[in-house]
């Protein structure tokens, strides 16, 4: 008899308006950490929907419940595409992350736009989407949510390290998963490189082409956030209002702050898996392809750092959204207590039936 396998499609969109990363998975029913990312793609936001995002924390609420709705379809448009194109048959879950405008825990909110029940009518296909919201209600964090993916998908690392909008690490630490936002990654470093018309800094060039002035180091290390206990988790409204204001007020050229960005980033970086106490990293997300940032980080850190193939460092997190929605249809507590500081663990995330 043909073993089962569960065939779930992860999508996600960060913070960085990079795009949508989609990844059809697939998980052998007896043993799921045994995956296979049959196929995967980022499709790129065209140019409506990037400023759309870009503005949505601005809209009225009228303007933001359709486009809730507006931006489901568009993804379902995306989703039906990606299948029909690789030739893949319908999966039995989308496990949909969407697209985060809102993020205060601090003050017992989330909101990550994208209608999980008009994406499920879309397409047809049963959705598990709005992991956060429940964590939050219970005095979590929301955040992180990859930490069980990492130590059931990728259990041969001490920590896993990725490098999105935001960086976070992940590890078990006396028998107690781990897990926190570290710092501003590809958000800020994507948001001075394109004060002079670039998308992002290719390999790290720009930065490494600059000067890090000490000044602006310093005053980003002494930020009130790196001396809060964990767990903790950051926000682009946190970075808004608490980092880019310092980083411009300094008034350097775009090089010499890239270079201090990434100097920043490497040492806080390099202090979390010190802290962590893990030999290994597993170093995945969009930052694991800036070379020069990576360098930093080995310069900073005593650790042996691992950048995987490809489509593991591409999409790594589309594949644990995938893994934490089938948990979640399986009944299965897919977010822990021990990394968003909520009262209790849960099985976390909405299901719409297609």
């Known amino acids: 008899m043909a073993e089962t396998v569960r065939r779930v499609t992860g999508i996600m ?13 697939a998980f052998p029913a007896k ?6 990312i049959v196929h995967a793609k980022t499709i790129s936001y065209p140019a409506k929907w990037q400023q759309s995002l870009r503005e949505a924390e601005l809209a009225t609420g009228t303007t933001l419940a359709k486009m809730h709705f507006d931006y489901a379809k568009y993804v379902a448009q995306c989703i039906k595409d990606f299948h029909r194109e690789a030739e893949l048959e319908a999966p039995e879950l989308l496990a949909f992350h969407g697209h985060t405008l809102f993020h205060r825990p601090d003050l017992g909110f989330t909101f990550q736009l994208g209608s999980g029940a008009a994406l499920a009518a879309a397409t047809g296909i049963a959705v598990a989407n709005d992991f956060r919201s429940a964590n939050v209600a219970i005095g979590g964090q929301g955040a992180p949510l990859v930490p069980i993916g990492d130590r059931d998908l990728f259990p041969h690392y001490g920590a896993c390290l990725n490098l999105g909008g935001f960086a976070n690490i992940s590890y078990t630490a006396e028998k107690q998963l781990v897990a926190y936002d570290i710092c501003p990654a590809n958000m800020a470093l994507n948001d001075w ?7 992002f800094d290719k390999n790290g060039h720009i930065a490494a082409s600059g000067t890090v002035r000490r000044g602006l180091l310093n005053v980003l290390n002494s930020l009130q956030f790196y001396r809060e206990p964990f767990p903790r988790s950051l926000g682009r409204e946190w970075y808004l209002e608490c980092f880019r204001p310092v980083a411009e007020q300094a008034a350097l050229d775009v090089r010499d702050t890239l270079a201090t960005l990434c100097e920043h980033i490497a040492m806080q970086i390099g202090t979390a898996i010190g802290t962590s106490g893990q030999a290994d990293v597993l170093v995945t997300g969009g930052g694991a392809h800036n070379s020069f940032l990576m360098k930093r980080i080995r310069f900073h850190s005593e650790a042996s750092i691992e950048v995987p193939e490809r489509t593991i460092v591409d999409f790594k997190e589309a594949l644990v959204f995938a893994y934490l929605g089938l948990l979640r249809l399986n009944g299965v507590s897919n977010c822990l207590q021990s990394y968003t500081g909520a009262s209790r663990e849960l099985i976390s995330g909405q299901i719409h039936l297609g």
Do not use: P
């Open 13 to 25: 969109s960060g913070t960085s308006l990079d795009g949508l990363d989609l990844a059809y998975c």
């Open 31 to 36: 043993n799921l950490s045994d995956f296979r």
């Open 193 to 199: 490189v394109s004060r002079i018309q670039k998308t």
